[in-house]
């Protein structure tokens, strides 16, 4: 959530103001600056929308405990982090791949690292409008693509991204 954002008032004056309806103009704004960076790297295109959010969550700060949680979500949004992740990809594809996949397949995707290199994955993608029946409030189709990022470490190893229990709110994230 914004935390002590300045913002105007009705009456031409500013205040500082905090809670979800202060983070959704900063977001709004980071979403902007990503969509100059995408185009001038990119050559003109126009990121789609999952791909910005995508970017938004690889570029924010952790916060709290380590992986997402019910508190801060995937944590604060950095901008000039998520703008540093296309700049760094310089539309080479090393760092940032959109691609499509089929139901059942699978995309590998081979990458060598140095031990002083850190690596985030972050798999993102676009849901289908959900459907809300407002006479007994019961969502259909709220999930329909089932999508799973593992790692594979250079001993075999596979590498979960971190889950949280909707049952355990206040738990620490696990993989």
Same mark, same amino acid.
């Given at each position: 959530?914004?935390?002590?954002?300045?913002?105007?008032?009705? +009456?031409?004056?500013?205040?500082?103001? +905090?809670?979800?309806?202060?983070?959704?103009?900063?977001v709004t704004g980071i979403a902007a600056l990503l969509t100059e960076q995408w185009r001038r790297t990119f050559s003109g295109a126009t990121p789609a929308p999952a791909v910005l959010?995508?970017?938004?969550?690889?570029?924010?700060?952790?916060?709290?405990?380590?992986?997402?949680?019910?508190?801060?979500?995937f944590g604060m949004a950095n901008a000039k982090e998520s703008v540093d992740l296309i700049i760094a990809d310089d539309a080479t594809g090393r760092n940032i791949q959109v691609d499509?996949? %089929?139901?059942?397949?699978?995309?590998?995707?081979?990458?060598? $690292?140095?031990?002083?290199?850190?690596?985030?994955?972050? $798999?993102?993608? +676009?849901?289908?409008?959900?459907?809300?029946?407002?006479?007994?409030?019961? %969502?259909?189709?709220?999930?329909?693509?089932? $999508?799973? $990022?593992?790692?594979?470490?250079?001993?075999? %190893?596979?590498?979960?991204?971190?889950?949280?229990?909707?049952?355990?709110?206040? /738990? /620490?994230?696990?993989?």
């Amino acid at each position: 959530r914004g935390v002590n954002v300045l913002s105007s008032f009705p +009456s031409s004056s500013y205040g500082r103001f +905090s809670g979800t309806s202060m983070s959704t103009p900063v977001v709004t704004g980071i979403a902007a600056l990503l969509t100059e960076q995408w185009r001038r790297t990119f050559s003109g295109a126009t990121p789609a929308p999952a791909v910005l959010k995508t970017l938004i969550i690889a570029g924010a700060e952790d916060l709290g405990e380590p992986g997402p949680d019910y508190t801060y979500g995937f944590g604060m949004a950095n901008a000039k982090e998520s703008v540093d992740l296309i700049i760094a990809d310089d539309a080479t594809g090393r760092n940032i791949q959109v691609d499509s996949v %089929a139901t059942g397949a699978q995309i590998k995707v081979p990458l060598t $690292l140095t031990t002083q290199q850190r690596l985030r994955g972050v $798999l993102g993608w +676009s849901e289908p409008e959900l459907v809300v029946f407002p006479d007994d409030g019961v %969502a259909v189709g709220a999930l329909v693509n089932d $999508l799973d $990022l593992k790692v594979i470490d250079p001993t075999g %190893a596979t590498v979960l991204p971190y889950v949280l229990d909707k049952d355990a709110p206040e /738990a /620490a994230a696990t993989r």
